[in-house]
């Protein structure tokens, strides 16, 4: 059984609309939660990285949130623009050495005008 | 600064043959992984090397073999391709000592084994 689970697993949104992408996991112990982005043929890119103590983060209009206590965090995407068609992947690492991770399978996100 | 660069971009393979896949980083990255990517699979982990003359296997290391030349370069080899072994790979690197570096990917080796 995957130990990071992303819901949905794929949407499409209006350009200018805003939406939510969730990440539950299971791994522990947990060292902190990072959420990458993936264009089509290219490799992923970090966007944001939360840590046990942090509940929000942004970063330009990708905002994370983290509750350690139920294990869920959430990307908002707010306004969202054409280039934000991508695949989001959510990154546990495990407390510890070796940089142990355990990947989500992605959320497919389409931005259509 | 390139990143990490891997090469080729694609390749298709007919079963049995082999091939290597290249991967060089210019970030002065101590630890270097290769990763699969499959439709409705999450990026899996086939070995990494936490530091130059070092190597570990990963989730799924059969049919593959590594080679970290030096601290740039991590190489992975197939030996006798096989059509489960099609995939997108995806060479990354980190810096090792950093409990919040990322992982920095490269641009994946499309790859057909038929």
């Known amino acids: 059984k995957n130990q990071v689970e992303q819901s949905p697993q794929s949407l499409i949104i209006l350009e200018g609309k805003n939406c939510t992408l969730q990440?539950?996991?299971?791994?522990?112990?947990?060292?902190?939660l990072r959420w990458y982005k993936q264009d089509t043929g290219r490799g992923p890119v970090s966007l944001t990285i939360m840590t046990f103590s942090e509940n929000t983060k942004s970063n330009g209009r990708y905002t994370a949130t983290l509750d350690a206590d139920t294990k869920q965090s959430s990307l908002h995407i707010t306004a969202s623009q054409l280039s934000d068609s991508a695949s989001y992947i959510c990154v546990v690492r495990l407390l510890g050495g070796n940089n142990r991770l355990a990947f989500g399978k992605g959320n497919q996100v389409v931005v259509i005008p | 600064n390139a990143g990490v660069t891997q090469t080729p971009k694609f390749q298709v393979l007919k079963t049995g043959q082999s091939m290597t896949l290249q991967c060089a980083q210019d970030m002065n990255h101590n630890s270097m992984y290769w990763y699969r990517q499959d439709p409705g699979m999450g990026l899996r982990l086939i070995y990494y090397?936490?530091?130059?003359?070092?190597?570990d296997k990963g989730e799924v290391p059969n049919g593959y073999n590594v080679s970290r030349l030096n601290k740039r370069e991590f190489s992975l080899r197939l030996e006798s391709a096989a059509p489960s072994q099609t995939s997108v790979y995806f060479c990354?690197?980190?810096?090792?000592?950093?409990?919040?570096?990322?992982?920095?990917f490269g641009n994946g080796t499309r790859l057909t084994v038929t």
């Open positions: 990440c539950n996991y299971t791994v522990s112990p947990f060292s902190n």
């Open positions: 090397s936490a530091s130059e003359g070092t190597t």
């Open positions: 990354a690197s980190s810096a090792r000592d950093r409990w919040d570096s990322p992982l920095h």
